[in-house]
C-alpha cells in the first residue's frame, strides 16, 4: 500500500488547524487519520494535534496480538480515548475552552476497510470511475436536508454549512460512527478536511481521482490545487491511499 499526504493553510488562514497521520504497521495494516480543529486563538489546531497524537499513540500500543480484534470497536476506542485527551485538556485550560475537532480515521487490511468519524470531514473511495461517500457529515445542514427542509443545492450555498452538530473533544462523551467497506485492487481512498470537500465539486473530484497516469502523490497536488483554486478561504488536508507493492510507509507520514 501507498499513502500520500498534502496540507495546506488556504489563502485565506493565518494557522492550519488541520492535522493529519499515515502509516503503515509491520503486518500490512494501512492507517490513515484526517483532523479539522476549531476553537479560539490557536485552539483549533491544539485540538486536532492532540487528537492525532492521541490515536497514533494507540496505533503504536496496538499490540500483536490484537491483530485479529473486533476493528470497529477498536477505531471506536481509539477515537473515544482521542476525545477523553482533548475535553481533559480544554476542561483544565481557559485558553482552550469548548476547542474541537473533527476526526476521519481508516484502517485497511487485505480486502477489508473500516472508517470510524465525529464531524464533516470526509472519505471517499475512488472504484472503477465512481467515486463513492463512505462518511455522512454530522452537520446542521445535512440533518436539514435528510428532513427535507433543505435540497443538496441549497445545503451546499447554506450560510451555516459549517456548524457541526457533533464534534470530538467538545462533550466528556461522544458517538462515533463506525462502517467497513470492502477494498479491491485498483481502489483509492480519499480521506480530506471540509477544505477540499466543502469547495470542490463532487466531479472534479472525481476528475482528479480517475488521472490513471498519475501517481498518487501528483493527485494529491491536484487536490490541493483544486481547492486554491476554488478559494483556498480554508486549511485543506488530503490523504490517499492505494495499492503500491513497492511503497515502504512503515512508521508513519505526518502533517
Known amino acids: 500500500?501507498?499513502?500520500?499526504?498534502?496540507?495546506?493553510?488556504?489563502?485565506?488562514?493565518?494557522?492550519?488547524?488541520?492535522?493529519?497521520?499515515?502509516?503503515?504497521?509491520?503486518?500490512?495494516?494501512?492507517?490513515?487519520?484526517?483532523?479539522?480543529?476549531?476553537g479560539g486563538h490557536?485552539?483549533?489546531?491544539?485540538?486536532?494535534?492532540?487528537?492525532?497524537?492521541?490515536?497514533?499513540?494507540?496505533?503504536?500500543?496496538?499490540k500483536q496480538d490484537e491483530v485479529d480484534a473486533d476493528k470497529s470497536e477498536l477505531v471506536r476506542g481509539w477515537i473515544r480515548?482521542?476525545?477523553e485527551v482533548v475535553f481533559e485538556t480544554a476542561s483544565l485550560n481557559e485558553q482552550y475552552h469548548n476547542m474541537g475537532?473533527?476526526?476521519?480515521l481508516a484502517i485497511i487490511e487485505g480486502d477489508s476497510g473500516w472508517i470510524g468519524h465525529i464531524g464533516d470531514s470526509r472519505a471517499y473511495r475512488?472504484?472503477?470511475?465512481?467515486?463513492?461517500?463512505?462518511?455522512?457529515?454530522?452537520?446542521?445542514?445535512?440533518?436539514?436536508?435528510?428532513?427535507?427542509?433543505?435540497?443538496?443545492?441549497?445545503?451546499?450555498?447554506?450560510p451555516r454549512r459549517n456548524v457541526l452538530t457533533r464534534a470530538l473533544g467538545t462533550d466528556r462523551d461522544v458517538e462515533v460512527d463506525v462502517r467497513s467497506f470492502d477494498w479491491r485492487p485498483g481502489d483509492r481512498l480519499l480521506l480530506c478536511s471540509d477544505g477540499l470537500s466543502?469547495?470542490?465539486?463532487?466531479?472534479?473530484?472525481?476528475?482528479?481521482?480517475?488521472?490513471h497516469a498519475a501517481d498518487l502523490d501528483e493527485q494529491a497536488d491536484?487536490?490541493?490545487?483544486?481547492?486554491?483554486?476554488?478559494?483556498?478561504?480554508?486549511?485543506?488536508?488530503?490523504?490517499?491511499?492505494?495499492?503500491?507493492?513497492?511503497?515502504?510507509?512503515?512508521?508513519?507520514?505526518?502533517?
Open 81 to 83: 480515548k482521542a476525545n
Open 1 to 38: 500500500m501507498k499513502t500520500a499526504l498534502r496540507s495546506h493553510v488556504g489563502k485565506v488562514r493565518q494557522v492550519n488547524e488541520d492535522q493529519a497521520w499515515s502509516g503503515a504497521l509491520e503486518d500490512g495494516v494501512t492507517i490513515a487519520i484526517v483532523a479539522d480543529g476549531m
Open 126 to 158: 475512488y472504484r472503477e470511475g465512481e467515486l463513492s461517500q463512505l462518511t455522512e457529515d454530522h452537520t446542521l445542514v445535512n440533518e436539514l436536508t435528510k428532513s427535507g427542509q433543505l435540497s443538496p443545492e441549497e445545503a451546499a450555498i447554506h
Open 101 to 104: 475537532t473533527t476526526v476521519v
Open 198 to 211: 466543502g469547495l470542490v465539486e463532487p466531479s472534479l473530484l472525481l476528475q482528479a481521482m480517475g488521472v
Open 42 to 62: 490557536r485552539a483549533g489546531d491544539v485540538a486536532s494535534g492532540l487528537a492525532v497524537d492521541s490515536i497514533v499513540a494507540s496505533i503504536q500500543g496496538w
Open 222 to 255: 491536484r487536490l490541493i490545487d483544486l481547492a486554491l483554486d476554488a478559494g483556498g478561504d480554508d486549511n485543506v488536508t488530503v490523504v490517499l491511499v492505494a495499492d503500491d507493492a513497492a511503497a515502504d510507509t512503515t512508521g508513519g507520514v505526518t502533517a
